[in-house]
């Protein structure tokens, strides 16, 4: 069965600490990564899609990165309001009908 | 330029009650996902909807819980005679006609249902 594993599962950085979110993968063909962000109380927010290994995609302070077992979210010189919950998804070739959600990571940025 | 909207907020029902949750999804799509997501955990699939048509209820328990999308309206998820269990946040997702590269799925804010 297609699987995610996110690690680790807290992280806590100070303000401008770099570092970076690991999400591992199974799956029968990937059709697609996907890189969500959650605060308390409130739906995924997206981030990212990501299609095929060696693919980038950036936004502001972060970056995802894929490879074909596994995907990365690094995050440049972070601060308090990147806090959150990072939740990675899976989505395959064979049955694109569901999303697989990781347990998520989640990130807490101090001042 | 509205979002997915899922409504109520907040649920709260007693044993043996039943607990309706709704979902709009956002303008243009119409694929739906209903996920379930428990306290520290990851979302959970339930099921994928198209207009008038379930495609996949896998993620869905098989008594209790069913799920619609009319033609016109909402998609709901119904859960019949809840239990203690069945308190967790409900997502909704939608997503534009898949085929595309473009499955991407955007959430709702969510329901949160407590059962007594």
């Known amino acids: 069965e297609d699987q995610v594993t996110q690690s680790p599962e807290a992280l806590r950085l100070q303000e401008g600490e770099s570092s970076s979110l690991n999400c591992s993968y199974t799956?029968?063909?990937?059709?697609?990564l996907f890189w969500y962000r959650q605060d308390p109380g409130k739906g995924p927010e997206f981030l990212f899609t990501?299609?095929?290994a060696g693919e980038e995609k950036e936004k502001e302070r972060l970056k995802a990165t894929l490879t074909k077992k596994e995907s990365f979210l690094h995050i440049t010189a972070p601060k308090p309001e990147d806090s959150a919950t990072y939740l990675c998804?899976?989505?395959?070739?064979?049955?694109?009908?569901?999303?697989?959600f990781g347990s998520g990571t989640k990130l807490n940025v101090k001042p | 330029n509205a979002g997915v909207m899922q409504n109520p907020r907040h649920l709260v029902r007693r044993r043996g009650q039943e607990a309706r949750l709704r979902c709009s999804p956002m303008?243009?799509?119409?694929?739906v996902y209903w996920y379930r997501q428990l306290p520290e955990e990851g979302l959970k699939f339930m099921v994928y909807?198209?207009?008038?048509?379930?495609?996949?209820e896998s993620g869905m328990p098989k008594e209790r819980f069913s799920a619609e999308f009319p033609k016109e309206g909402p998609s709901i998820l119904r859960i019949q005679q809840v239990v203690r269990g069945d308190s967790a946040a409900y997502f909704c997702?939608?997503?534009?006609?898949?085929?595309?590269?473009?499955?991407?799925?955007?959430f709702g804010p969510g329901t949160r249902l407590t059962v007594l």
């Open positions: 997702a939608s997503s534009p006609q898949s085929g595309l590269r473009t499955d991407t799925q955007y």
């Open positions: 799956v029968s063909g990937l059709r697609g």
């Open positions: 990501l299609y095929s």
């Open positions: 998804a899976v989505q395959g070739s064979y049955n694109f009908n569901k999303f697989y």
């Open positions: 303008k243009g799509h119409s694929h």
């Open positions: 909807l198209q207009k008038e048509n379930i495609i996949d």
